[in-house]
T-cell receptor
Framework: DAGVIQSPRHEVTEMGQEVTLRCKPISGHNSLFWYRQTMMRGLELLIYFNNNVPIDDSGMPEDRFSAKMPNASFSTLKIQPSEPRDSAVYFC?????????????FGAGSRLTVL | AQSVAQPEDQVNVAEGNPLTVKCTYSVSGNPYLFWYVQYPNRGLQFLLKYITGDNLVKGSYGFEAEFNKSQTSFHLKKPSALVSDSALYFCAVRANYGGSQGNLIFGKGTKLSVKP
């Protein structure tokens, strides 16, 4: 298995532009998570899907952020319009949620820089 | 509120010496605890977890962690550190509130630096 695949690995954009981050979870996993990592705030959960359904989006900063999971093998995180404070590394992770002891497998991350 | 605290931003150890990275938690009910490691420009990698049973949990790369219920701690340990262990280490607890019973709450991370 190739693991959790994220794209792009790096994105540099200007304030106001739309940004779309993509994630392909591990085949067979039924839970998917989007985390954001910054020096100031550490790792923050943005949103969490179970069987393609959003379960907890309380971590989504504001309406500029949206996430979708149209099927079990693909998810997107969109920021529109982007702002400099959105600069961070965004991680996607997936797990097989059969018990509370789920181990999350992380992708390599997408480093976003908003100028 | 459920939370994880890693009191040290950085831990410095000489190669060959034992290392400890500290973690304390606050959670309702029985905790499910995890340690992850992050190497530069990489995603987090799972090291070990505690669910129930033996308080000493063994994981990858020679790491182990000791669950202490009375002290609400889950410190990560290794008897003999390697330079290649230098990385960022995260302690995490499984969220257990409302509909969120699968995601992890992470500590802020501890940077481990092992010098030759």
């Amino acid at each position: 298995d190739a693991g959790v695949i994220q794209s792009p690995r790096h994105e540099v954009t200007e304030m106001g532009q739309e940004v779309t981050l993509r994630c392909k979870p591990i085949s067979g996993h039924n839970s998917l998570f989007w985390y954001r990592q910054t020096m100031m705030r550490g790792l923050e959960l943005l949103i969490y899907f179970n069987n393609n359904v959003p379960i907890d989006d309380s971590g989504m900063p504001e309406d500029r952020f949206s996430a979708k999971m149209p099927n079990a093998s693909f998810s997107t995180l969109k920021i529109q319009p982007s702002e400099p404070r959105d600069s961070a590394v965004y991680f996607c992770a997936s797990s097989l949620a059969v018990s509370g002891a789920n181990v999350l497998t992380f992708g390599a991350g997408s480093r976003l820089t908003v100028l | 509120a459920q939370s994880v605290a890693q009191p040290e931003d950085q831990v410095n150890v000489a190669e060959g010496n034992p290392l400890t990275v500290k973690c304390t938690y606050s959670v309702s009910g029985n905790p499910y605890l995890f340690w992850y490691v992050q190497y530069p420009n990489r995603g987090l990698q799972f090291l070990l977890k505690y669910i129930t049973g033996d308080n000493l949990v063994k994981g990858s790369y020679g790491f182990e962690a000791e669950f202490n219920k009375s002290q609400t701690s889950f410190h990560l340990k290794k008897p003999s550190a390697l330079v290649s262990d230098s990385a960022l280490y995260f302690c995490a607890v499984r969220a257990n509130y409302g509909g969120s019973q699968g995601n992890l709450i992470f500590g802020k991370g501890t940077k481990l630096s092992v010098k030759p």
